[in-house]
């Protein structure tokens, strides 16, 4: 899907910091979208305009509530259901492709589980049955900063893939 962004907006984005580039091209792909992600919607952006999404929402997610927030929330597919990780590895963020690749373990093993629909109570108590995303969590947090850092570069030096189809 081809986005316009405006220079003025770019400039202001810059300025903010590297989240804010990061969030005006995923605010123009929801904006296309009508506000979010529907099967339709999904055909329209090319794999490298999902993946910058798909950070964005993982970003959110798992800064917020970590994986089972993500999952709970419906990004679980998304996320693990996709080449998500490759891509991360092919922008050349290894560690991090490791990492969502463990996390992936865990959701694929317990899928089913994961998924169902919970009550707040039985929400809570997921971190206390999954205790194997803690530590991918941690290395999260820890280097959140950086892997943003790396994406925004690569989304900079590259950025006609992600504005265009």
């Known amino acids: 899907m081809k986005v316009e962004i405006s220079e003025e ?6 300025e903010e910091g590297m ?5 005006v091209i995923t605010d123009a792909y929801l ?7 529907s099967s339709e919607g ?7 305009q999902h993946t910058l999404l798909g950070y964005r929402f993982f970003q959110e997610e798992v800064m917020d509530g970590g994986f089972c927030q993500l999952i709970q929330n419906g990004y679980g597919p998304y996320i693990f259901d996709n080449p998500f990780a490759k891509a991360m590895r092919l922008m050349g963020l290894h560690d991090f492709s490791k990492a ?4 992936k373990y865990i959701y694929d093993t317990n899928k089913a589980d994961l ?12 971190y206390e049955q999954y205790p ?16 943003t850092k790396a994406i925004a570069y690569y989304v900079d030096e590259h950025l006609s893939q ?4």
């Open 9 to 14: 907006s770019f400039r202001k984005a810059a």
């Open 19 to 23: 989240d804010a580039f990061l969030r």
């Open 31 to 37: 904006e296309a979208l009508g506000g979010g992600l």
């Open 42 to 48: 999904m055909t329209r952006l090319n794999g490298w």
């Open 100 to 103: 969502v690749y463990k996390a």
């Open 115 to 126: 998924t169902r629909e919970r009550s707040d109570e039985e929400f809570m108590a997921m």
């Open 132 to 147: 194997g995303f803690d530590d991918i969590e941690d290395w999260y947090i820890e280097n959140e900063e950086e892997i």
């Open 162 to 165: 992600f504005l265009e189809d």
